[in-house]
T-cell receptor, first 116, second 112 residues
């Protein structure tokens, strides 16, 4: 199956700093990428949908100025958590799809963010 | 507003037994129903998926049963193994490449 990578796998930062998480589709072109957040023992919550070359669409309640998403190419999307606070500590997961046909979404391995 | 409801929250089954997880949905426009397996600290991985034009799909030890009129679908794990111990999520979407609505998840523990 197709491979999606995330970098870094875990990051620890101080409160008030910004953190960038990369999501890459390694062997296919992803016209659409999704970003999810998952708190311990909870389900995945969709944060935003990004399409290559256009602005991301954020889910209700997600601060777009705090969670900046850039889908600059067909293989790379980035999530930047700006001015991170302890409550932003979570497991961030991306998924990617080709956006057409009967293709599934492929999930990345996730990034554990801890804000001190 | 949770569009996909999943039960049970947790499940303990003996090795060789059958694990059954149930999900119900509200939106009749959903056209794609996948199940994901997630191990601690890892991203979810697609196990098996079904579309509403079939009532059952089997892949190895994993079977999805789908009841369109009841708006319910379930995952059966046959001959459960300790390596199956994980959290399982059902989901629904308008199409396979679109936004997924996840259930709350079921933690399955398979005892030796």
């Amino acid at each position: 199956g197709a491979v999606v990578s995330q970098h870094p796998s875990r990051v620890i930062c101080k409160s008030g700093t910004s953190v960038k998480i990369e999501c890459r589709s390694l062997d296919f072109q992803a016209t659409t990428m999704f970003w999810y957040r998952q708190f311990p023992k909870q389900s995945l919550m969709l944060m935003a949908t990004s399409n290559e070359g256009s602005k991301a669409t954020y889910e209700q309640g997600v601060e777009k100025d705090k969670f900046l998403i850039n889908h600059a190419s067909l293989t790379l999307s980035t999530l930047t958590v700006t001015s991170a606070h302890p409550e932003d500590s979570s497991f961030y997961i991306c998924s990617a799809s080709t956006g057409a046909g009967y293709n599934e979404q492929f999930f990345g391995p996730g990034t554990r963010l801890t804000v001190l | 507003q949770q569009q996909v409801k999943q039960s049970p929250q947790s499940l303990i089954v003996q090795k060789g037994g059958i694990s059954i997880i149930n999900c119900a949905y509200e939106n009749t426009a959903f056209d794609y129903f996948p199940w994901y397996q997630q191990f601690p600290g890892k991203g979810p991985a697609l196990l098996i998926a079904i579309r509403p034009d079939v009532s059952e799909k089997k892949e190895g030890r994993f079977t999805i049963s789908f009841n369109k009129s009841a708006k319910q679908f379930s995952l059966h794990i046959m001959d459960s193994q300790p390596g199956d111990s994980a959290t399982y999520f059902c989901a629904a979407a308008l199409d396979s490449w679109g936004k997924l609505q996840f259930g709350a998840g079921t933690q399955v523990v398979v005892t030796p």
